[in-house]
T-cell receptor
Framework: AQRVTQPEKLLSVFKGAPVELKCNYSYSGSPELFWYVQYSRQRLQLLLR??SRESIKGFTADLNKGETSFHLKKPFAQEEDSAMYYCALRGGGYQKVTFGTGTKLQVIP | GAVVSQHPSWVICKSGTSVKIECRSL??????MFWYRQFPKKSLMLMAT?????????EQGVEKDKFLINHASLTLSTLTVTSAHPEDSSFYICSARSSLGKDQPQHFGDGTRLSIL
């Protein structure tokens, strides 16, 4: 079974402060990990994926297989980062994606 | 970029009626589409995986006869909520993955808000 855990429902930070959104997973094989973001009144969209090892909008995430984590980080939060963030894992025969419960990031001006 | 169109965006209907939701990939072909249900302030729950030309694979606890899925072409999947009841009221979201390779990410539609009176 595959599972994604996002322990924080809400994370409030001041503008300019560092951000870390936590994500832990459980999966028996080699997973693909993603972060999706949903801005207010917009559709869910892909933010980044671990295989790309890229930085999008200043966000990065490193897959730590030892700790089974894929935390999302940004050194300096901006107001436009306020949104719901979902960590997701893809695995299984049909490549199905399992989502975490999401973390609402609130950047305080 | 890849666009997934979902229609309708909002539907209100009486209890006992059937409702069809369409999910289209506009600029790419999608061998696989996914249907999710999202409850208020909850995560997306995968309902089923829709494979073009074959039967959908349903997640545990999802009634196949209640939620009919048809994926007749590489750009269209439909979800029909049959004999809908108030407890079926929810936000339904589809996503599609390009058939170009297994590393393709999922692209999401805007979702359909279903309200059963």
């Amino acid at each position: 079974a595959q599972r994604v855990t996002q322990p924080e429902k809400l994370l409030s930070v001041f503008k300019g402060a560092p951000v870390e959104l936590k994500c832990n997973y459980s999966y028996s094989g080699s997973p693909e990990l993603f972060w999706y973001v949903q801005y207010s009144r917009q559709r869910l969209q892909l933010l980044l994926r671990h295989i790309s090892r890229e930085s999008i909008k200043g966000f990065t995430a490193d897959l730590n297989k030892g700790e089974t984590s894929f935390h999302l980080k940004k050194p300096f939060a901006q107001e436009e980062d306020s949104a719901m963030y979902y960590c997701a894992l893809r695995g299984g025969g049909y490549q199905k994606v399992t989502f975490g419960t999401g973390t609402k990031l609130q950047v305080i001006p | 970029g890849a666009v997934v169109s979902q229609h309708p965006s909002w539907v209100i209907c009486k209890s006992g009626t059937s409702v069809k939701i369409e999910c289209r990939s506009l600029d790419f072909q999608a061998t696989t589409m996914f249907w999710y249900r999202q409850f208020p302030k909850k995560s997306l729950m995968l309902m089923a995986t829709s494979n073009e030309g074959s039967k959908a694979t349903y997640e545990q606890g999802v009634e196949k006869d209640k939620f009919l899925i048809n994926h007749a072409s590489l750009t269209l999947s439909t979800l029909t909520v049959t004999s809908a009841h108030p407890e079926d009221s929810s936000f339904y979201i589809c996503s599609a993955r390009s058939s170009l390779g297994k590393d393709q990410p999922q692209h999401f539609g805007d979702g359909t808000r279903l309200s059963i009176l």
